[in-house]
C-alpha cells in the first residue's frame, strides 16, 4: 500500500465542504453507514477525482469473545470492493456480549469498549483479525479505541499489546493519537511509553480528533476542535517514523469550512516537522519482553479446531465481557476489581449515545415527543438493554412508550410511525406489541 497522504472523515452533514477542499488526498467513510449498490454521489465524484476512500468499519466487535460474524464480514468486502479501496479497517473493541457462548442473554453495547490486555484476550483477538483477514479482499488494520475504564488483572501494556498483536497476525495499525491522549487523562498511560513500544513500520494511518473534559473524565466527542495536546502526541509520533497517511475526524457539530481547513492545515504542518526530525535518523523498534517464548507459535494455532484451550479461552473472556456489559446497560451489579464510578460514567455515556443516534436514525421521534425526547428515552434506556441495531432500538423505544401511561403522548400519531415501520410479520414482545396496536388502530 503507498501513501494515502492527509484526509478527512466524509460525512454527509460535510459532503460538498470536503469536495470544494484542496489538498485533500484522501477520505474515509463509515462502512454501516454506506450501500454498495447506492453510493453517495459526492463519495462517487471523489472517487472519479481519484481520491481514495478507506471504510472504517464500527460494528465486527473484533476484540470480542464471538467469532467475527460471517455476514458481517462479507457486507465489509463487498463494501471494500464497492468502493475501490486499497484497504479496510476496524477497532480492537468488544461491541456485544452474551449469547450461546456464555449462557447469558445477548446484549449490544452500542459502542466501542476496550478488551482487558490479558493472554486470553490477545489470543481471541488474534484468532479473529486472522478470520477476518481470511474474509477480506485488501489489507486490514486495526485501531487503538479510546477508554473512559480500565480493566483489572491486565498483564500486558497498550504497547506490549498492540506488538504481539502484529507480531502474531501480521496486521496493520491504525493509530488514533487522540485516543492514547483519552487514554492518558482516564487512565493515566504514557502517550510517549504507548509510541514507543509499538511496531512502527506497521501504521497504515493515523487519527486525529477532538474531544472534551468534564470532572475530570475525557470524553473522545470528535466534535471539539484538536487540542494542543493530541497535535504533541501526533507530533511525537511523526518524529519516530512518518506516517504513510493522516485523517481528521469530525462526527458531531460541525464547524464552518474554514475551520476545518484551518485545523487539516495544522495536521500537515505538524507531521512535515516530525518528517524532518526523521529524516536520515534510524531508529530501532524496540522488543517486547514475553513470559511465553513460544507466544508467536501458540498464537498461530489459538483458534484451531478443537483446540480446547482457545475454546477456553473464548468462554473465559466472554464471560467477563457480558458481566461488565451488563453492569453497564442493563443495571447487574458492577464486577469485582471495576471502578464503579468510571463504569457510572460509561454506563451513562452509553445511554446518552443510544439517545443521540436514535434521533438521528428516526428523527420522527424527537419531533414527536418534543423536548421530552431524552427524558423519555433514558427512562426507557434504564429498563431496555439494546439487543440489536439501532432502527430496532428505535421501534422498542416507541413501543416502550405506548405501553405505558405518559401523559401528554401523541398515541396516535406515535401508534402510526410504529405501524408503518415495524415491518410485515415482527416476532416476539414485538409482535405482541403490533397485535395490541392493531386492535386500537382506529
Not at 5 to 27: F, H, K, L, Q
Not at 304 to 324: F, N
Amino acid at each position: 500500500m503507498g501513501r494515502l497522504g492527509t484526509g478527512i472523515g466524509w460525512r454527509p452533514e460535510i459532503a460538498e465542504a470536503v469536495e470544494r477542499m484542496t489538498g485533500i488526498d484522501w477520505v474515509e467513510v463509515v462502512a454501516e453507514n454506506v450501500c454498495p449498490g447506492h453510493l453517495p454521489e459526492s463519495l462517487v465524484r471523489l472517487r472519479e477525482r481519484g481520491v481514495t476512500v478507506v471504510p472504517h468499519g464500527v460494528s465486527l466487535g473484533l476484540g470480542g469473545a464471538q467469532r467475527p460474524d460471517a455476514g458481517r464480514l462479507a457486507a465489509l468486502a463487498e463494501r471494500v470492493t464497492a468502493l475501490g479501496s486499497p484497504l479496510v479497517t476496524e477497532h480492537i473493541a468488544f461491541v456485544r456480549a452474551g449469547g450461546a457462548l456464555t449462557a447469558s442473554p445477548h446484549l449490544e453495547a452500542g459502542h466501542l469498549l476496550p478488551v482487558p490486555r490479558t493472554r486470553d484476550a490477545l489470543d481471541v483477538l488474534c484468532a479473529n483479525v486472522r478470520i477476518a483477514q481470511d474474509a477480506l479482499p485488501v489489507p486490514l488494520a486495526v485501531e487503538n479505541i479510546a477508554a473512559l475504564f480500565s480493566w483489572p488483572g491486565e498483564e500486558l501494556t497498550e504497547g506490549q499489546f498492540l506488538y504481539e498483536l502484529v507480531e502474531r497476525t501480521g496486521v496493520r495499525l491504525l493509530v488514533d493519537v487522540a485516543n492514547l491522549h483519552t487514554n492518558h487523562v482516564n487512565r493515566g498511560e504514557d502517550p510517549a511509553e504507548a509510541l514507543a513500544g509499538l511496531p512502527l513500520e506497521a501504521i497504515a494511518y493515523v487519527h486525529v480528533a477532538g474531544g472534551v473534559e468534564r470532572d475530570g473524565v475525557w470524553h473522545d466527542s470528535h466534535a471539539h476542535p484538536v487540542p494542543d495536546a493530541v497535535l504533541g502526541i501526533l507530533a511525537d509520533l511523526a518524529s519516530r517514523a512518518a506516517p504513510p497517511g493522516v485523517l481528521l475526524e469530525r462526527d458531531e457539530d460541525f464547524p464552518e469550512p474554514a475551520e476545518l481547513e484551518r485545523e487539516l492545515a495544522d495536521i500537515r504542518k505538524v507531521v512535515e516537522g516530525g518528517r524532518q526530525v526523521t529524516e536520515g535518523v534510524e531508529r530501532s523498534v524496540p522488543a517486547v519482553r514475553t513470559d511465553r517464548a513460544d507466544d508467536a507459535d501458540t498464537g498461530d494455532d489459538a483458534d484451531a479446531p478443537g483446540d480446547t484451550d482457545a475454546e477456553d479461552a473464548r468462554q473465559r473472556l466472554g464471560v467477563a465481557q457480558a458481566a461488565v456489559l451488563s453492569s453497564l446497560v442493563s443495571g447487574a451489579p458492577v464486577p469485582e476489581g471495576f471502578d464503579r464510578v468510571r463504569l457510572g460514567v460509561q454506563a451513562r455515556a452509553l445511554a446518552a449515545k443510544r439517545a443521540d443516534v436514535v434521533a438521528k436514525v428516526a428523527p420522527e421521534l424527537p419531533v414527536l415527543l418534543g423536548v421530552s425526547y431524552r427524558e423519555a428515552f433514558l427512562e426507557y434506556a434504564r429498563e431496555r438493554p439494546m439487543r440489536g441495531g439501532y432502527r430496532w432500538d428505535a421501534l422498542d423505544f416507541a413501543a416502550f412508550l405506548l405501553d405505558g401511561k405518559r401523559p401528554g403522548l401523541p398515541r396516535r400519531e406515535l401508534r402510526q410511525w410504529w405501524l408503518d415501520r415495524s415491518g410485515p410479520a415482527p416476532r416476539g414482545r414485538v409482535a405482541r406489541t403490533a397485535r395490541r396496536l392493531l386492535r386500537g388502530r382506529s
